[in-house]
T-cell receptor, first 111, second 113 residues
Framework: RKEVEQDPGPFNVPEGATVAFNCTYS??????FFWYRQDCRKEPKLLMS???SGNEDGRFTAQLNRASQYISLLIRDSKLSDSATYLC????????????FGTGTRLKVLA | NAGVTQTPKFRVLKTGQSMTLLCAQD?????MYWYRQDPGMGLRLIHY???????AKGEVPDGYNVSRLKKQNFLLGLESAAPSQTSVYFC????????????FGPGTRLLVL
């Protein structure tokens, strides 16, 4: 089983739709969780951190479910500019320097 | 601030040639990383450094060497390039602390013929 798993997609959604992605992780001791966004042929950039209580940033909401070992990203009112690959990132345990990246979920928002 | 920069942006090598990729950051970050990204494989960690003068192996270190002689620079070397090393290479840096964000450079596209 991979340490971090994501559905590769693509998720094709119309503009204005709500879309959600999940990411599962295998290490129950994982400490920190992030969502990064990567545009085609560009570097990954932080979208948002994922806290135990969940967090929201505008149209984006991230949730953590430790019992089931997954994190989620919800995008409301999708824009064409949201088209990108969304990477789930996990730090395996406390004191580690490594971040584990999922292979990403590709989102296409259609006009 | 320039953030994280990488040179070169693109390079074509012949099998057996050597080269060095340079990563520089101006954010005074302690940790620096080299990743490679291949289709369907996601980002894989090659080597990383937790401070000036220190380096450690990541997930896929074979065929690569690194050095961190100055805090702001992290060099990735390919001594004898192979076609399997054709990839996009990203450098990243971050502050110490388990919840700190990694900041990425724009990447280097390497083609080994």
């Amino acid at each position: 089983r991979k340490e971090v798993e994501q559905d590769p997609g693509p998720f094709n959604v119309p503009e204005g739709a709500t879309v959600a992605f999940n990411c599962t992780y295998s290490n129950s001791a994982s400490q920190s969780f992030f969502w990064y966004r990567q545009d085609c042929r560009k570097e990954p950039k932080l979208l948002m951190s994922v806290y135990s209580s969940g967090n929201e940033d505008g149209r984006f909401t991230a949730q953590l479910n430790r019992a089931s070992q997954y994190i989620s990203l919800l995008i409301r009112d999708s824009k064409l500019s949201d088209s990108a690959t969304y990477l789930c990132v996990v730090t395996p345990s406390s004191g580690t320097y490594k971040y584990i990246f999922g292979t990403g979920t590709r989102l296409k928002v259609l006009a | 601030n320039a953030g994280v920069t990488q040179t070169p942006k693109f390079r074509v090598l012949k099998t057996g040639q050597s080269m060095t990729l340079l990563c520089a950051q101006d954010m005074n970050h302690e940790y620096m990383y080299w990743y490679r990204q291949d289709p369907g494989m996601g980002l894989r960690l090659i080597h990383y450094s937790v401070g000036e003068g220190t380096t450690a192996k990541g997930e896929v270190p074979d065929g690569y060497n690194v050095s961190r002689l100055k805090k702001q620079n992290f060099l990735l070397g390919l001594e004898s390039a192979a076609p399997s090393q054709t990839s996009v290479y990203f450098c990243a840096s971050r502050r110490s602390g388990s919840e700190e964000t990694q900041y990425f450079g724009p990447g280097t596209r390497l083609l080994v013929l």
